[in-house]
């Protein structure tokens, strides 16, 4: 019977050892044969199998296909659902039953022990094996694994150790032996005699390795049957094969895990820094050369332009006076036509105050435009206006403005003055084709006797907002020359737009403090009043055909609201400008300089129209009287507000003073009627003449790529002005990246990666976000005032994202510089470095959007949510499986931003990790269902970029759609 059961097993075994050779053959074969449905595991197989090829002594001994995939299927768990074929079924009976079947004593199935077949009988495992429990056969140890030969039998009585490892002069009971120095009892068994046929007397064995075992840390093991300890200057994780050389900047004594007080990613930080540092410094210092250059350049061609300008001025003025010299001042519009002077000219700078004087009577002249002469291309802009009205389109009973008709003229300085809620900034948005957006208009615009909006030729209009929207992290020429270098048109020169900044630097007096910062409240720099001239400037150097101003005194004291006006009329006189200008309550040497008032009641209607000398006067003549030292202004003021009341007695009293005058003005009507009888255009429509062209042609706009390389350059300097706060927030990436790796030192494994990713998404995510919607939140009401005038808003969306590119590198670098050299992963820095620039480019496009969708206050909120909320959907926690039972959780996880982040990183360490730790890389990758292979990161990366495209691309459909009234 035993017989017959040898023959049976050395059938079976003949079987196996013809098949591991045909597999031995071809190893891809053995791949496809194993059908394990996990990359990761066929890797594993092969290895094992590769441990133990068919050429080695006694390779009959070990494992077969089946048996390997068996072991590894078992230790795997849910990662690896066991499918056999038929025959690879029939031939896994269990190991005390196939050793009964061939008279071996059960004991070859205990841990450390195996058949050998050459031998036939149980044997230690080998050095180089391992001889798991409940198996017969052996099985190769893994490179990285230490498989040390099985320890010797030593009988007690004799003292000293022997050589072989059975030994017959043991007690029954093994008392008298042991294994090794160890002291641990050695295995008996009963050996068949096959003479006999009966079971012989009981035999001693020490058993040999039982697992694979890596290589412990702090040495290294060149094969698996020996080890050494880690030199100094080198560290050996575990499962080394070979030390690893310690990096500059480390100490590695002996015997070293990792890298002990590792320097050299502060040290390369440190280098960064500096780098970072010298090209600010050298870019300052290039810009600084390239300025000074430049005025030396047109220092000399601006002095002979502004002598030229005089010379011709004071010609002009001598003609004016000498053709028009008899002329009878009048009321209400002056005779002044595109291209004439003023006949009352005078010295602006030091600007003497002219006195409220006039003839006793000044009939109403209204000269008739003749509407068809042919079109001539102006600098100067004309506007008129006539029988606006303007309805709230939320409360359609409310009308703001009752048919308020009047006309502006250049070289002037309107002023519309009433009290509160007459309508003066009505009125201004009506001028500015802005009023559509939130009311009704009726009535018409005229530019130069032609209907047409000033929305038509927004480049042409300059508009001076009442608050002081500008960078105050710009010097005063910085401001007006990135205005001028954007708004100007194409055709002029460097030389040319540094020539119109510097003369409007003179002309605003703003000279001696051209280099100052123009500061804000957290950071000094300039007064209120130089402010509110440089936000003249800012248009003022664009060279628009009209300037609008929103209450350009508010906020100002009187002198300085007195340079404002000074500064206007210079520049209506010397550039021939329509201004336009909203006032409350100036003083009276203010009033004094300003040319046409525009004068609203309380109720939205007119109330005159006309010099401002001749107010004073009008009013009188209706019976009104000025108290004694009362400034006019407040006087008028008074009037329109019902303060200062008519005598009982006047000719004028009970009457509404709209209706007064209009009567007064009683020919306005027949002007309004001969303009309304040509062609009616809408007042949104450009009106085109008889050869079909624009009355004023708008001038053409720089090119998408000139006005991004100027945004670029601005968006450089602000970033070289806020290199503090930029620095600051990379400490703050810094110090998250430090505390972080600090929590991981002591006990870095593959299975802390998955947890070490979440932690990384949020404080990534955090940190950069933080810098991030401060790129388009921190100059909103600038980007709004440039669009309103026209600039290229795919131009600033673009260089904003451009200028951030180095800051987003630079904080990467040292975020992940500072973990890899502090952990020391197995993974390849420039493997992993593209996944983490990825993340931070979708973090950052998440800020942008978050900025541009939401105000300044809750846009770094809503991102960090976003952010909280994709890192627990990362798949760690819950995992995917967890959230299978649910309709949307699988989906939520799949569309996590977090989720491609950390299991790229993840796959990287995984797949660098030895095979010999497999069990644990397969266990985590059951649990979080996470596949090893094909590679996820660049399926991430390119993810990743996605995400920050649409991101960004998101950004600017919402920031050039929403408060699109602003933008106008």
């Not at 070979?242 to 100490?251: G, M, R």
């Not at 009187?558 to 336009?580: D, E, F, P, Y």
Request: glycine share 6%.
């Amino acid at each position: 019977e035993f017989e017959l059961l040898e023959l049976a097993s050395g059938m079976l075994m003949a079987v196996g050892v013809l098949a591991a050779a045909m597999a031995a053959v071809n190893p891809q074969g053995v791949a496809v044969n194993i059908t394990i449905p996990n990359d990761y595991l066929n890797r594993v197989f092969l290895a094992y199998y590769n441990a133990c090829p068919a050429g080695l002594t006694d390779s009959r001994s070990c494992c077969s296909n089946s048996t390997l995939k068996k072991y590894i299927c078992n230790l795997a768990g849910d990662s690896c659902p066991l499918t056999f074929s038929s025959g690879e079924a029939s031939s896994l009976l269990t190991c005390t039953r196939q050793s009964a079947a061939i008279g071996i004593d059960p004991i070859v199935c205990m841990p450390g022990l195996y058949l050998n077949s050459a031998k036939r009988a149980i044997s230690a495992c080998p050095p180089g094996f391992f001889c798991p429990v409940t198996v017969q056969c052996k099985i190769g140890c893994l490179p990285g694994a230490y498989c040390p030969p099985a320890p010797q039998l030593v009988p007690v009585n004799s003292g000293n150790n022997t050589n072989t490892t059975t030994n017959t002069t043991c007690s029954p009971d093994g008392d008298m032996c042991t294994c090794g120095d160890n002291g641990d009892s050695p295995s008996a068994y009963n050996v068949y005699n096959r003479t006999t046929k009966t079971r012989s007397m009981t035999k001693f064995i020490c058993p040999g390795n039982s697992d694979g075992n890596a290589c412990p840390g702090g040495s290294y093991c060149v094969n698996s049957t020996s080890i050494a300890k880690c030199p100094a200057g080198s560290y050996c994780p575990v499962g080394s094969t070979l030390p690893v050389k310690c990096n500059v900047f480390t100490a590695c004594p002996s015997g070293s895990v990792t890298d002990i007080a590792n320097l050299q990613g502060l040290m390369w930080v440190a280098l960064l820094s500096i780098g970072m540092v010298g090209l600010v410094w050298l870019f300052e210092y290039m810009r600084k050369r390239g300025d000074e250059s430049v005025s030396v350049v047109t220092q000399k061609t601006v002095e002979r332009r502004r002598m030229s300008h005089s010379r011709q001025r004071s010609f002009d003025d001598m003609a004016s006076i000498s053709i028009r010299g008899h002329d009878s001042p009048q009321i209400g519009r002056t005779p002044n036509k595109p291209g004439h002077r003023r006949r009352h000219t005078s010295n602006l700078v030091s600007a003497p105050l002219r006195a409220f004087s006039a003839p006793e009577e000044e009939p109403l002249i209204v000269p008739e435009p003749d509407l068809n002469a042919a079109v001539v291309e102006t600098k100067s802009v004309e506007i008129e206006f006539r029988n606006v009205t303007l309805t709230l389109r939320k409360d359609k009973s409310k009308r703001i403005l009752h048919n308020v008709s009047g006309s502006m003229y250049p070289e002037n300085v309107s002023v519309i003055m009433g009290p509160s809620g007459a309508g003066k900034t009505s009125l201004l948005s009506v001028l500015l084709g802005k009023a559509q957006d939130y009311a009704t208009v009726d009535g018409s615009v005229l530019l130069n006797h032609v209907e047409q909006s000033t929305e038509s030729i927004r480049r042409e209009v300059g508009f001076v907002p009442q608050d002081d929207v500008m960078h105050t992290d710009l010097t005063v020429r910085e401001t007006l020359l990135f205005q001028a270098l954007l708004r100007l048109p194409p055709d002029w020169s460097h030389q040319r737009v540094a020539g119109i900044v510097k003369s409007t630097l003179a002309m605003l007096e703003l000279e001696h403090i051209q280099d100052s910062v123009i500061g804000d409240a957290r950071r000094r720099g300039i007064s209120g009043g130089q402010r509110k001239r440089v936000n003249i400037g800012m248009e003022l150097v664009c060279d628009p055909k009209l300037l609008v101003l929103d209450e350009p005194t508010s906020g100002l004291d009187s002198t300085s609201g007195l340079r404002v006006i000074h500064a206007l009329q210079n520049a209506a006189m010397v550039k021939g400008l329509t201004v336009i200008c909203v006032l409350h309550q100036p003083r009276y040497e203010i009033f004094r300089c300003c040319d046409r008032l525009f004068l609203l009641s309380n109720n939205g209607t007119l109330v005159y129209e006309g010099h401002t000398r001749y107010a004073i006067r009008y009013f009188e003549k209706l019976g009104y009287k000025l108290p004694h030292l009362m400034n006019p202004a407040d006087f008028l003021l008074d009037i329109v507000s019902d303060v200062a009341k008519l005598p009982a007695d006047a000719a004028a009293a009970g009457k509404p003073l709209s209706d007064i005058w209009n009567e007064h003005s009683g020919s306005r009507a027949a002007v309004a009627s001969r303009s309304l009888n040509s062609p009616s255009l809408s007042i949104n429509g450009p009106a085109r003449d008889a050869d079909n062209k624009l009355a004023i042609r708008q001038r053409m706009e720089r090119s998408t790529l000139t006005q991004s390389s100027v945004f670029l350059a601005r968006e450089f300097v602000l970033m070289l002005r806020q290199r503090k706060v930029i620095f600051f927030d990379i400490f703050l990436v810094f110090i998250g990246s430090l505390f972080l790796a600090g929590s991981h030192m002591s006990n870095i494994t593959i299975s802390s990666y998955a947890e070490l990713g979440t932690l990384s998404t949020i404080i990534l995510g955090v940190t950069t976000l933080a810098f991030s919607v401060r790129v388009f939140g921190q100059w909103q009401t600038v980007y709004w005032r440039e669009a309103a005038c026209g600039i290229n808003r795919l131009a600033y969306f673009l260089a904003a994202n451009i200028a951030q590119i180095p800051i987003i590198i630079f904080a990467v670098t040292v975020y992940y510089t500072t973990l890899y050299t502090l952990l020391t992963p197995r993974a390849i820095y420039s493997v992993v470095f593209p996944v983490q620039l990825c993340f931070v480019f979708a973090t950052c496009g998440l800020g942008y959007l978050a900025s541009n969708l939401f105000n300044p206050k809750t846009s770094t909120m809503a991102g960090i949510v976003v952010v909280l909320i994709s890192a627990m959907l990362g798949g760690t926690n819950p995992t995917q499986k967890d959230c299978a039972s649910t309709v949307i959780g699988p989906w939520l996880i799949e569309i996590s931003m977090a989720r491609f982040y950390i299991w790229a990183w993840w796959q990287e360490e995984a797949n660098a990790t030895p095979l010999i730790n497999w069990v644990s890389v397969s266990g985590l990758q059951a649990h979080y269902n996470v596949p090893l292979s094909p590679p996820f990161l660049p399926t991430a990366c390119m993810v990743l970029m996605l995400y920050g495209l649409l991101c960004r691309l998101a950004a600017f459909v919402f920031m050039v759609s929403l408060n699109r009234g602003k933008q106008r």
